[in-house]
């Protein structure tokens, strides 16, 4: 199974605060506040109505959303 590695997203772009200033700059009038992205931290999941949006600034930033995925089957 593919899985998205959260972790991975919050060291690339330095914690929530962050990835909310990337989500500021690439999706204007997101609505999200630090707290909420801060509790996709700690709780290790971005909300999959959040996902595409997170992906699509990712690709923006110039990275490969490939790099944020695991395949547990290598870890089996």
Not at 4 to 15: A, E, K, L, S, T
Not at 33 to 57: D, E, H, L
Request: a negative charge; charged letters at 20%.
């Amino acid at each position: 199974m593919v899985i998205f590695d959260v972790p991975h997203v919050f060291r690339v772009f330095n914690g929530p605060r962050g990835v909310l200033n990337l989500l500021d700059r690439h999706q204007p009038d997101h609505g999200l506040s630090y707290n909420r992205v801060q509790m996709w931290q700690q709780r290790n999941a971005i909300p999959t109505k959040w996902i595409g949006a997170v992906f699509y600034c990712i690709e923006q930033s110039g990275h490969q959303c490939r790099e944020f995925l695991m395949d547990n089957d290598e870890f089996g």
